[in-house]
């Protein structure tokens, strides 16, 4: 049970974060610079998807391995590789292969990921602890 409490609370943080970010700080960068490949009402199916698997892989690969070392340096490394290698993998992929694909965006959107899987890693190894899992 105490897992299920670890990735419903990881999950809302990350959840908060992303929409603080998708719809107040980045929503014009996007507009501008990929607004010709945005859906006029986005589907939040898929969304809803990538964000119950992008967490279930914060958990397992940069949480629970630095939570079991004791060590917050690890799972801040370790989520910051999750996020640079999950949010490349994306971006870089957009990059190769869409036309117009701003370099700019690729970047931004990196970086952004790396932050926000390390945030996140960080405070689901606080709640772990809190949890005593």
């Given at each position: 049970m105490k897992y299920i409490y670890l990735y419903l609370l990881t999950f809302i943080i990350f959840?908060?974060?992303?929409?603080?970010?998708?719809?107040?700080?980045?929503?014009?960068?996007?507009?501008?610079?990929?607004?010709?490949?945005?859906?006029?009402?986005?589907?939040?199916?898929?969304?809803?998807?990538?964000?119950?698997?992008?967490?279930?892989?914060?958990?397992?690969?940069?949480?629970l391995p630095g939570y079991s070392n004791e060590s917050i340096t690890k799972t801040i490394l370790l989520g910051a590789l999750f996020g640079l290698l999950t949010y490349s993998t994306y971006d870089l992929t957009n990059l190769a292969t869409l036309r117009n694909w701003p370099i700019s965006v690729t970047i931004i959107d990196i970086i952004w990921g790396t932050s926000i899987s390390t945030v996140t890693s960080v405070a689901g190894y606080y709640i772990a602890s809190w949890l005593k899992i």
């Open positions: 959840l908060a974060i992303d929409f603080v970010w998708l719809n107040f700080i980045a929503k014009n960068m996007y507009s501008q610079k990929i607004g010709h490949l945005l859906a006029e009402n986005p589907n939040l199916i898929p969304a809803l998807i990538f964000y119950l698997i992008f967490i279930v892989g914060v958990i397992v690969f940069a949480v």
